[in-house]
């Protein structure tokens, strides 16, 4: 791949910014009629880490690339207004200054920085004036069997409390019964409540079953009027795979290719590599080409990666320093 166009203002929006996908009527025929084929999909998913298609001289831009996509997370029962100070303040500078200097990429961002609803208002006032969005995990998460009403409610808590974002978990057990009618009107019903606020529907692709599942849940979500569609909750035993992005990424493009409305893709879970991250945005840029490579359309749910990516920048730049050096002496 070549370089991506990644300015300092990473985070930002494009200027063209994408209409909000409205949904549309519940077309059973379509949903019934949506497959997976299953080993296809899966000898596909195996070529991808193998393929060399982003150039070592490109590396660096990639990975800038790559946190500009991450909603930097934290999702675990002893999180502390501490703890989401510290995260937000990683959010705000993801990598050292020298090396961003060295990179020419001062002022990179992270996309967002996603969390429990208890830890929004600490997530809002340290990420106050830097234009970077809260999102706030809701309905019940991870599980999302609270009661259906307290689900609801919760999105317009976090709402009201300043999240930008709202990642929903589907009720698992209507995919897995094929009552799609169900899960339409329930994600019809949160996506209401969340407003103004992107809603992004948690799919627990692991829980699923099958991959046409996969294929099923995502239209059914998208018709419904969710902005993104994201592959786990991080909890699940089987978190985001290859497999169940192609179907993802293949079903929102169907969607586009019916309705002219862009949704966008969130896997999460388990991405903890910088090399993995490559082969997602690879596996973007091929499948849905180079619009969805905005934090308006793609996001990692991450709550690991910006680690190793920071220490493969740093190496790059260690090298570039001293194959530079090496250049001066000669
Ligand atoms: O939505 C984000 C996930 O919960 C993050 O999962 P992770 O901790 O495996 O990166």
New binding site residues.
């Given amino acids: 791949m070549q370089t991506p166009t990644i300015t300092a203002e990473g985070h930002q929006l494009p200027t063209a910014l994408e209409p909000r996908n409205p949904g549309m009527a519940l077309d059973l025929d379509w949903v019934r009629t949506a497959q997976a084929n299953t080993s296809a999909i899966e000898r596909r998913a195996k070529t991808l880490p193998g393929r060399r298609s982003v150039k070592k001289d490109y590396q660096a831009a990639w990975l800038c690339k790559a946190i500009s996509l991450i ?1 930097l ?1 934290t ?1 675990s029962g002893d999180d502390s207004e501490g703890r989401v100070a510290r995260l937000c303040a990683k959010a705000k500078q993801p990598v050292r200054a020298d090396i961003l200097d060295a990179l020419g990429m001062q002022g990179l961002t992270t996309g967002a920085v ?1 969390v429990y609803h208890d830890m929004i208002d600490t997530a809002v006032s340290s990420l106050k004036g830097t234009g970077i969005p809260v999102a706030a ?1 809701s309905t019940g998460f ?1 599980a999302g069997l609270s009661p259906y009403h307290l689900r609801i409610a919760e999105i317009g808590e976090s709402v009201k409390a300043g999240a930008e974002e709202i ?1 929903i978990v589907i009720t698992r057990r209507h995919v897995l019964q094929g009552n799609w009618q169900a899960l339409y009107d329930e994600m019809k019903e949160m996506r209401e409540a969340c407003g103004d606020a992107h809603v992004k529907a ?1 799919l627990a692709t692991g829980e699923l079953g099958t991959l046409r599942n996969v294929a099923r849940a995502s239209l059914v979500c998208m018709m419904a009027g969710a902005d993104f569609i ?1 592959t ?4 699940e035993s089987v ?1 985001a795979t290859l497999p169940v992005s192609l179907v993802m990424i293949r079903a929102i493009r169907d969607y586009y290719d019916r309705t002219g409305f862009r949704v966008g893709y ?1 896997p ?5 590599k910088a090399k993995d991250s490559l082969v997602y945005l690879s596996l973007i840029k091929d499948e849905l080409g180079d619009r969805w490579l905005q934090p308006d359309l793609f996001r990692f ?5 910006l680690g190793d990516i920071e220490r493969q920048l740093e190496h790059h730049v260690t090298g570039q320093y001293s194959a530079n050096h090496r250049h001066a002496m000669a």
């Fill in positions: 909603d997370t999702l996603c995990v991870p990642d948690i994201k786990s909750t991080g909890k978190n969130k999460a879970g388990g991405i903890s749910g991450a709550s690991s990666l």
